[in-house]
């Protein structure tokens, strides 16, 4: 058996791990799928009975990503967690199909040695854990994958010196309790102008993201890096993927779906902000 970074839903204990199951000190047992992740997800906690990104959409954003049109964001987080850092726990909260989650771990295993260099990936979604999971061994990346809320991290008070969420919800108590003081937390969102031109090509009427507040209670703000490219689909396959992994696609009338079956190439701007923040000292 090995300690895992993760503790019991059901008791909030100490767990340990083999090749197949997660049990807690109190006998608390969870198995490890045959694809590789722990559901970690009491089932009172659920609020459907598969709650998160289904499959359709899990799979159109890794076909998505894993042909590179966001590799300069991949590129800026990586950079961010090599600058903050410096060993110890490091969790994707809301990890998805683990596309972020195996850059980040590349670069930190490829860029320094740690004495002590953890990764644990969760996300709500058992579809995203699942490729996540696959992902991560694939690459030979030591992390541990549970499906599991953000809302509600199965991760002891203090014990992770980097968080990193990629469009994941803001769960900002939750995120002041894990974080140790000291520790950093790093958040990319959409920028205002992220996809402007797709959503004109679908709606009547497009509007920017709305960028609120940096500040954020129990939190320092860092910095904030822009960074952005114009990305070209020149395949309709691909444009499917992209509107079938965002929000959009269920928010969007039949009208809008025929609009962008229509589509056969599309040239958008792929924009994003990275906000680092510092957990402040108790």
């Known amino acids: 058996m090995n300690k895992s ?6 008791c909030g204990g100490e767990m340990e791990r083999n090749e197949r199951v997660y049990r807690c000190g109190k006998g608390h047992c969870f198995d490890i ?10 089932a009172n906690a659920k609020h459907s ?3 998160g990104d289904n499959k359709m959409m899990v799979n159109a ?15 800026a987080v990586e950079g961010a967690v090599l600058k903050y850092y410096g060993g110890g726990l490091l969790l994707d909260s809301g990890c998805g199909e683990g596309y972020y989650t195996e850059r980040v771990c590349r670069a930190v295993l490829r860029g320094k040695n740690f004495p002590v260099c953890t990764f644990a990936g969760v996300d709500i979604s058992k579809n995203a854990c699942a490729k996540a999971a696959r992902r991560l061994s ?5 992390c541990e994958t549970a499906a599991a809320s953000v809302f509600d991290l199965p991760v002891e008070d203090g014990a992770v010196s980097l968080l990193m969420t990629m469009f994941a919800p803001l769960c900002r108590e939750e995120f002041e309790r894990v974080i140790r003081p000291g520790g950093a937390l790093i958040m990319a969102i959409p920028g205002a102008g ?5 959503k004109e090509k679908i709606y009547d009427e497009a509007y920017e993201n709305v960028v609120g507040d940096y500040e954020l209670s129990g939190f ?13 689909l020149d395949n309709s396959e691909d444009i499917r993927s992209l509107f079938a992994m965002t929000p959009y696609y269920y928010k969007t009338g039949r009208e809008g779906h025929a609009r962008v079956e229509a589509l056969e190439n599309l040239t958008t701007m792929a924009e994003f902000e990275i906000i680092v923040y510092k957990r402040t000292e108790r």
């Open 5 to 10: 970074v993760f503790i019991c839903p059901v």
């Open 33 to 42: 799928s045959a694809k590789g992740y722990v559901n970690l997800l009491p």
């Open 49 to 51: 009975a598969d709650p």
């Open 61 to 75: 954003r890794a076909d998505f990503l894993n042909k590179g049109y966001y590799s300069h964001l991949a590129e």
């Open 138 to 142: 694939k690459a030979d990346i030591p």
């Open 194 to 198: 992220h996809l402007m031109s797709f």
């Open 220 to 232: 320092d703000m860092l910095e904030v890096t822009r960074v952005s490219r114009e990305i070209h």
